[in-house]
């Protein structure tokens, strides 16, 4: 089962990524990346399509069209169920058109429902140093667009008309500045350098609109700092400040602070503030890891956690190169740090009584929040 996807440029850049199922680590791209950049096993050569292990079975997609679906489909039990074996060549046993089917709901008497979905998503990197100052930032950034319209209307999608791309663009204070963007294919730029205006006729299904990345100071949406004190000769305390810096009327969501604790750690006892709802704590053993989880938190709100460690045996170093840094994820729908904006989103009408529903929604997540101790 694939765990990421991505597609870099060739200084790095995040064009295309996918993060399927959680369980790698933050900023896979990057080691990727610096793999292949410096490879120097065989100097003759360029790396290898594979390092680890896993080997791909097929690519063409008119087979992979094949397998990926919507509808819940019977599997007859005599189909083998070796991990190759998806990918053997035979009898369908789904239909290939299944994949640009809708999946939403049809409106009474069967008719299908006419929707569009426009997400900026922004996945944010932030590095702090132990006083709580910014070190590096940046945002990776697409727009994203699922469309369940019939005909094949021409749409058109208006941003930021102060947006501004690289500092040849450069549109006044207050701007939006991208470092980068790209486009899809089915994007007309026509009067994009004139108003920020794009117009496209969508295919079915979802796709990338646009991507862009920002280097730009930006205001983070979480301050972060961790404080580690040795209180004894086997004991140390650990406390962790989160503050949310934006509007109380936004909330955040499963939001996860980790810290690496160190090697000698036997045993942790946790204390929350008075009051915590939904918050959850707990010390992973094997990898020696604190864990705090807090469902939900409400923009303005500061929230804190102490931690009083002890150790197996007495720790000969300082203590503070032995634990963190600390990291956080979190998903914060209705809000974007860029203030990247869809001023409007307009359809080319077939008649008076065609008005189909049109969603636009911003998320922001955590691709690398770091604070150093």
Not at 39 to 50: F, Q, R, T, Y
Not at 187 to 198: E, G, N, Q
Not at 261 to 289: I, M, Q, S
Not at 341 to 367: C, D, E, F, G, M
Request: net charge neutral; charged share 25%; aromatic share 10%.
């Amino acid at each position: 089962m694939i765990s990421q996807f991505f597609v870099l440029s060739q200084r790095g850049d995040n064009i295309v990524f996918r993060d399927y199922r959680g369980e790698v680590q933050k900023g896979s791209p990057e080691t990727f990346f610096r793999k292949v950049k410096f490879w120097k096993e065989d100097a003759d050569g360029d790396a290898p399509p594979v390092f680890d292990f896993g080997y791909a079975q097929t690519t063409s997609t008119e087979v992979l069209k094949s397998y990926v679906f919507n509808e819940p489909i019977v599997i007859e039990s005599a189909l083998p169920l070796g991990p190759a074996s998806i990918f053997m060549q035979g009898t369908k046993r789904m239909p290939g058109t299944a994949i640009t089917k809708s999946v939403v709901a049809n409106e009474p008497g069967g008719r299908k429902r006419e929707e569009i979905f426009v997400d900026v998503i922004e996945k944010i990197s932030v590095t702090f140093n132990s006083s709580g100052f910014i070190l590096t930032s940046e945002i990776d950034g697409t727009i994203q667009m699922k469309s369940y319209l019939t005909g094949n209307p021409e749409i058109r999608l208006a941003l930021n008309e102060d947006l501004s791309i690289g500092t040849s663009d450069y549109r006044g204070s207050g701007a939006v500045i991208l470092d980068d963007c790209n486009f899809h294919e089915s994007v007309h730029l026509d009067s994009f350098d004139i108003d920020r205006t794009l117009s496209l006729v969508p295919p079915d299904g979802e796709f990338p609109v646009m991507n862009y990345r920002i280097t730009q100071a930006f205001k983070p949406p979480f301050r972060i700092n961790a404080l580690i004190e040795e209180t004894g000769p086997l004991k140390a305390e650990v406390t962790i400040k989160v503050r949310a810096e934006f509007n109380s009327s936004i909330n955040a969501n499963t939001v996860l602070v980790q810290m690496p604790l160190p090697t000698f750690t036997a045993r942790v006892n946790f204390e929350l503030e008075p009051g915590a709802v939904g918050h959850t704590t707990d010390f992973k053993e094997a990898n020696k890891r604190l864990e705090w989880g807090l469902k939900k938190v409400v923009g303005g709100s500061e929230h804190t956690l102490r931690a009083k460690l002890t150790f197996s045996q007495e720790l000969h170093g300082n203590i503070m190169k032995e634990a963190g840094p600390l990291s956080m994820t979190f998903t914060i729908p209705m809000y974007n740090s860029s203030r990247l904006q869809v001023k409007y989103l307009q359809i080319a009408k077939k008649s008076k009584a065609h008005n189909p529903y049109r969603w636009v929604r911003y998320v922001t997540q955590a691709n690398s929040y770091v604070a150093r101790l």
